[in-house]
Nanobody
Framework: QVQLMESGGGLVQAGGSLRLSCAAS????????MAWFRQAPGKERDFVAG????????NYKDSVKGRFTIARDNAKNTVYLQMNSLKPEDTAIYYC??????????????????WGQGTQVTISS
């Protein structure tokens, strides 16, 4: 496992942008698939975006494709989520997650074994 801490959340107006960061500690994220999930009040924690260990493959939830970009800097032990054209329905707590999964990007939360505490993202209309 690896320790994860998210930052960068906040309150923005619809159409705005935010960049979330996930800083890892305890070990290198180099061999891990990394992902972002989000959970809105009263809803399940859902997959948003994921990236393989070398950044070679990415996967996105359909509703964020073209608006969100996941990236990683293994040298800085950090993963990012750039969120543009934000909508009120993007409001949620965003969580960073990690799993040793080689070349695949799991989309179910139960497949990840390291989680951060989350960062709140609120989009006003």
């Amino acid at each position: 496992q690896v320790q994860l801490m998210e930052s960068g959340g906040g309150l923005v107006q619809a159409g705005g942008s935010l960049r979330l960061s996930c800083a890892a500690s305890g070990r290198s994220i180099n061999p891990f698939t990394m992902a972002w999930f989000r959970q809105a009040p009263g809803k399940e924690r859902d997959f948003v975006a994921g990236i393989t260990w070398n950044g070679g493959n990415t996967n996105y939830k359909d509703s964020v494709k073209g608006r969100f970009t996941i990236a990683r800097d293994n040298a800085k032990n950090t993963v990012y989520l750039q969120m543009n054209s934000l909508k009120p329905e993007d409001t949620a707590i965003y969580y960073c997650a990690a799993v040793f999964a080689a070349w695949i990007i799991p989309t179910k939360k139960d497949e990840y074994d390291s989680w951060g505490q989350g960062t709140q993202v609120t989009i006003s209309s």
